[in-house]
């Protein structure tokens, strides 16, 4: 009898044994899920995540203390009270919430500079096809942009005005309808 019981071919798995499989399994495509952001919309409805604002925040003091100008003055997409806006480090919010020895410490230039800044990344974003665009804090639509001036190829953006409203050449050119002066009897075709 004692043969017997030793020739078995299997073992029996025990249900603790089986649930700690399904429960690790469980555990693992949660970190998977987590990780690939699908729990974002809930965690930030929930204000279990800092703000982008926030975040922000810290990685600003992280530029600052390295002396990172070109960091520190990019302009980034950031969700605020459930909008997009594109912020610098010198934006006032983000200023506010900065350790107040980083203040200060890196700085993107001038007031005109920092002003004609933020009009070029709006310029940017019309012709990337953004609806009114917030730069650290100000609406895009305060500006007056022109097809063939601001809009155009010196300016880097490769826009050309067509007095028309039809469409614009098939040289894989956007079609821009809003945001500069000659709309809406106009389009502005960009190439980029």
């Known amino acids: 009898?004692?043969?017997k019981e030793m020739n078995k071919k299997g073992q029996?798995?025990?249900i603790t044994t089986?649930?700690?499989?399904v429960l690790g399994v469980v555990v693992v495509v949660v970190v998977i899920l987590a990780v690939s952001g699908v729990f974002g919309p809930i965690f930030e409805k929930?204000?279990?995540v800092p703000s982008g604002l926030g975040t922000l925040v810290k990685a600003c003091e992280g530029y600052a203390q390295i002396d990172s100008k070109i960091d520190f003055c990019t302009f980034r997409e950031v969700t605020i009270d459930s909008k997009k806006e594109y912020v610098n480090c010198e934006d006032d919010r983000v200023e506010r919430?900065?350790?107040p020895t980083l203040t200060g410490k890196v700085s993107c230039g001038t007031a005109e500079q920092i002003e004609k800044d933020i009009k070029v990344k709006c310029a940017s974003l019309i012709v990337s096809g953004v609806k009114n665009p917030?730069?650290?804090e100000k609406s895009c639509s305060q500006y007056i942009f022109t097809c063939a001036g601001d809009l155009s190829s010196g300016s880097g953006l490769g826009g050309v005005l067509h007095k028309t409203t039809e469409s614009c050449p098939p040289a894989k050119s956007k079609k821009i309808t809003e945001g500069f002066s000659e709309a809406p009897n106009n389009i502005c075709c960009v190439t980029p």
């Open 1 to 3: 009898m004692l043969r």
């Open 12 to 14: 029996e798995m025990s």
């Open 18 to 21: 089986l649930l700690l499989i």
């Open 46 to 48: 929930l204000k279990f």
């Open 97 to 99: 919430g900065m350790d």
């Open 134 to 136: 917030v730069v650290n």
